[in-house]
């Protein structure tokens, strides 16, 4: 059976205190709403998220997202990547 793949996108500053997570499923939004309390679903399509973007990035790969892509300078985009089950994958 081929592999299935989940994705999403964090955007933020490596110098900043908060950064945007998209294309979070809602368990995940729950967990990372637990693990930094003060975040909003005040983006379009996103999360706002009240922590470091590494930070939120080596949790995200605790849920069993790898990093597979970046892009940007001052701002930077991560694009991370999770398998996903056969009961999962939604057509």
């Known amino acids: 059976m081929a592999s299935s793949f ?4 964090i955007k933020g500053a490596l110098a900043s205190s908060d950064c945007d997570a998209f ?18 679903a005040v983006v379009t399509n996103g999360l706002s998220i009240k922590g470091p973007p590494l930070t939120v990035i080596n949790t995200l790969c605790q849920l069993g997202y790898k990093v597979v892509s970046s892009t940007g300078e001052i701002e930077i985009t991560w694009t991370l990547q999770r398998e996903t089950s056969a009961s999962e994958v939604v057509l």
């Open 6 to 9: 989940y994705y999403v996108a």
């Open 23 to 40: 294309g979070l499923d809602p368990e995940e939004i729950s967990a990372l709403t637990k693990r930094f309390p003060n975040s909003k």
